[in-house]
């Protein structure tokens, strides 16, 4: 590497956690203004009678964490309670073509929304409107529209079960399924692949399974950034010899080595815990060869013990009594060749056995997985391999053993357990009808990928978002904002501003809401939500701060001023009563979903409650009633459309981000400070090209299908320790690369982290 490094890039040696986190914090608290009540309200942050943090959905050992060591957990309250405001006078200075100019950091950096605004596009800026009216124009746009089934609603991970339920209540009363949400940009791929294999589309491990566990394999997470609670387990588990065993295309500082700001002997004398016991780090997009290069090496010890005249390495007993489809998945495993697992994983026939033996060495294996598994075109099958690496061992349904997908907000997976989604069960059909007395449509509606494509063909002609900020979190970004741009009826639920507000529509309104750390109180008094973590667990979120201004309504009251609005007293669903008092959601949310039985007193006792999840128990809820193995045909769908030169792109979120919002401008454990321009690449792809790092490069789609191209331009090139044919750069602005076309095409997942790129110097002339 040269010895002139790139503006902002430096080596950074540090381990992950330690004093700079706390640095980071105390940071954090100063720029948003908050320095004075800002640890009081980070040491409430996830205790029994204080609110949910909306970092992530990691679960607290008894839900009483020393919270105030979570860096990123600290960056995510203090940015949604900080001082700053945006009301009328923001708007009125500001005009949204303006605006527009403005980065995404800077948009949200303004502070919290406190009025509900109205687009008027012959001012060009958002004015004033109230709330009554704001409802009005709402219903009138809704019940305007030739079919309920022309309409979108989107939820963000950050709903609480309470505004979720009512919200499907409210869509599914106005006739349509159409029900976008994040999780199909997420963990779709684990919604619709685990349900096949195990029948239960969540994890089936519990926090205290980590303490009984021998070995965790970890695919594509980055806890140190994205789930930082995890490290203080992940950090007992390495220090009690436990063998890590992670597979990623970067080496990510956090698996590399952790120093816990909850230790007093590693915070004092600057030392700090090594996490991960081996390294792989495979191709972006290469987990389908490594999964099937793990099993074959399983497979080939398996036959070595049984001619050695010994019992083989399988659970034999497990796999008759709970499976299904083991031989086809073996014929599948024994056509695939090392020289094709090799290439295609990145990983070496020694690297991937010498792993398969500590997961045959190991009685109790967790497997974690993350966004590097289900962001794939192949991200069902990636998840379904998974599965039946698992399963061969029966690590799955006992102590210390199962699977472990790391949900991204702190709520999505409560928000489909209470209805959000675009194909509804029988069983949540009757179960409405049992609640309110009227059965909705069982029309299967729109996922992410298919809302915007509705949108941008014209057949929907409204959005309404329960938070989020969709146009940027989705793929394909001038066709995203193309489509937006169409919309007659654009409404947004959120707490602060950002790019998706501005891509105004015909009527476009933006409505404030209340966040997790604010007070929320109704006619009965104050109110709680609540929410379900990673693991299944259930519990109560209260805010305590003063909300940032008058005018702000909790999520479930702007629901249900919508619903009125639109629906006036169809069904004689009792609205008033419901905000009154959240109880009578619960109430309503335990006929339609009989696993909360009891919801209001479970959800009063400290840490709350565990929904049923079958697998955990070996009960299989599939259409066979075991466990299936399932077979994934090949290594890679992209394998063909791969041109010699082609690259691989995935894409990161940055330490100092949370999905579309954009803290700061460092990444300090990748040693970028200062910028997010740059893209990552293997010194030696860099050179084939004739490039060098710090050249400013292009990087442009090989996928399109509608003849469209797509990339981004001047970039800067940073030489970094990735596999060779994997480039990697961030989330969002990546997303101008990435074809709406490219998806999973069994969970409409996008391929965010697998896209077949061509990189060149930028002006070559
Ligand atoms: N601070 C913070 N916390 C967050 C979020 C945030 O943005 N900021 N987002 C929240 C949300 S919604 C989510 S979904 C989660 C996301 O949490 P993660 O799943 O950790 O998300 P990413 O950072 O997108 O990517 C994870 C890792 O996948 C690796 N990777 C990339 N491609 C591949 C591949 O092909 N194979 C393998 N094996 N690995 C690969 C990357 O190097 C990276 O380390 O975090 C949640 N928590
Ligand atoms: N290239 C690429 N794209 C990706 C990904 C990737 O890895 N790579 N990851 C995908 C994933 S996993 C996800 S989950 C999506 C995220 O997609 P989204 O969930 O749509 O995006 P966020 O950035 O989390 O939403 C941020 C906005 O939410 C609003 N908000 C914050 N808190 C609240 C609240 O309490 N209530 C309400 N009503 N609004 C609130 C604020 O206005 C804020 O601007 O992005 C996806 N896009
Ligand atoms: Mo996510």
């Known amino acids: 590497m040269s010895s002139k490094r790139p503006i902002g890039i430096k080596a950074y040696d540090a381990p992950a956690g330690g004093w700079g986190a706390l640095r980071a914090v105390a940071k954090t608290l100063a720029s948003q203004q908050i320095v004075a009540q800002g640890s009081a309200t980070l040491r409430r942050a996830n205790q029994p009678d204080g609110f949910d943090c909306p970092g992530c959905a990691w679960p607290d050992p008894r839900h009483a964490s020393s919270f105030e060591f979570c860096e990123n957990g600290a960056k995510a309250i203090t940015w949604e309670s900080t001082a700053k405001r945006v009301g009328p006078e923001f708007f009125h200075q500001h005009s949204v073509s303006e605006l527009w100019t403005w980065s995404d950091h800077k948009l949200e950096d303004q502070g919290r929304l406190t009025q509900p605004m109205i687009y008027d596009s012959t001012l060009d800026r958002y004015q004033p409107i109230g709330w009554d009216e704001a409802f009005t124009r709402i219903g009138e746009g809704l019940n305007a529209l030739e079919s309920p089934h022309q309409a979108e609603f989107y939820t963000s991970g950050r709903a609480s079960n309470e505004a979720a339920f009512l919200f499907q209540l409210f869509v599914r009363a106005y006739g349509t399924n159409n029900f976008p949400d994040c999780s199909n940009m997420c963990h779709e791929a684990t919604s619709v692949g685990l349900p096949q294999s195990i029948g239960v589309g969540k994890g089936t491990v519990l926090l205290e399974d980590f303490d009984a566990c021998d070995a965790i394999f970890s695919f594509g997470h980055n806890p140190g950034t994205n789930h930082p609670r995890m490290m203080a387990t992940l950090h007992d588990q390495a220090r009690r010899g436990v063998p890590i065993i992670v597979f990623n295309p970067l080496k990510e500082r956090a698996l590399e080595k952790f120093a816990s700001p909850q230790n007093p002997v590693e915070m004092a004398t600057l030392s700090s815990t ?33 001619a050695r005249g010994e019992d083989g390495v399988l659970d034999r007993a497990f796999l008759a009594e709970h499976t299904l489809g083991l031989e086809t998945v073996r014929q599948d495993i024994d056509a695939t060749a090392w020289a094709e697992i090799e290439d295609v994983s990145g990983l070496s026939r020694e690297a991937l056995t010498s792993a398969a033996d500590i997961y045959i060495k190991a009685k109790n294996v967790i497997a974690c997985y993350g966004m590097g598994i289900t962001q794939h ?65 069982g029309e299967k509606g729109h996922n992410a990928v298919e809302a915007v494509d509705a949108i941008h063909a014209g057949s929907a002609k409204a959005l309404i978002c329960l938070g989020g900020n969709l146009a940027v979190a989705m793929p394909d970004t001038d066709y995203t904002f193309e489509a937006m741009r169409k919309l007659d009826l654009s409404v ?94 619960r109430d309503k949310i335990e006929i ?53 030169d082609a690259l691989v792109l995935t894409t990161l979120r940055a ?103 061509k990189v060149s110097a930028s002006n070559p002339a």
């Open 377 to 441: 075109a192949h991200g069902t099958e990636n998840v379904q391999q998974l599965a039946n690496f698992l399963l061969l061992r029966g690590n799955i349904g006992r102590k210390g053993a199962g699977i472990c997908p790391l949900r991204g907000h702190s709520n999505v997976q409560g928000d489909r357990t209470v209805g959000i989604t675009e194909i509804p069960t029988e069983a949540l059909l009757t179960g409405m009808e049992k609640a309110f007395g009227f059965r909705p449509t």
């Open 492 to 585: 947004h639920i959120a707490t602060k501003l950002n790019r998706s507000h501005l891509l105004t529509g015909k009527t476009t309104l933006l409505l404030p809401c209340f966040g997790r750390t604010d007070l929320d109180v109704q006619a009965s008094g104050p109110q709680s939500v609540t929410v379900e973590d990673s693991m299944s667990m259930v519990h109560a979120s209260r805010g305590f701060l003063n909300p940032p201004g008058p005018l702000l309504r909790s999520e479930p009251a702007i629901v249900i001023g919508m619903a009125k609005a639109t629906l006036g007293d169809r069904y004689g669903i009792d609205w008033d009563g419901m905000l009154e008092n959240y109880d009578r959601i």
């Open 655 to 757: 330490h100092d981000q949370y999905n579309t919002t954009i803290y700061g401008m460092d990444d300090r454990y990748r040693g970028v400070f200062g910028r997010r321009d740059i893209v990552f690449m293997n010194a030696e792809d860099l050179a084939e090209r004739g490039l060098a790092e710090g050249d400013r490069i292009d990087v442009r789609s090989l996928v399109s299908g509608d003849g469209r191209a797509r990339g981004v331009e001047g970039y800067t090139a940073v030489a970094y320790d990735l596999p060779r044919g994997t480039i990697a750069g961030y989330y969002p602005e990546m997303n101008a690369v990435i074809a709406m076309a490219d998806h999973d095409k069994r969970s409409g997942t996008p391929a965010y982290k697998g896209v077949p790129v």
């Open 274 to 306: 090594p996490i991960a016991s081996a390294y792989h780090q495979v191709k972006a997009g290469g987990d389908l060869a490594a999964l099937k290069g793990l099993m074959k090496a399983v497979f080939e010890r398996d036959d070595e013990s049984l």
């Open 592 to 644: 339609v979903f009989p696993d909360f039985a009891g919801y209001n007193a479970r959800v009063r006792v400290k840490g709350g409650f565990r929904l049923t999840v079958g697998a955990s128990d070996r009960v299989w809820n599939t259409s066979t009633g075991k466990a299936m193995f399932l077979v994934a045909r090949g290594l890679q769908e992209d394998g063909e459309r791969l041109a010699d």
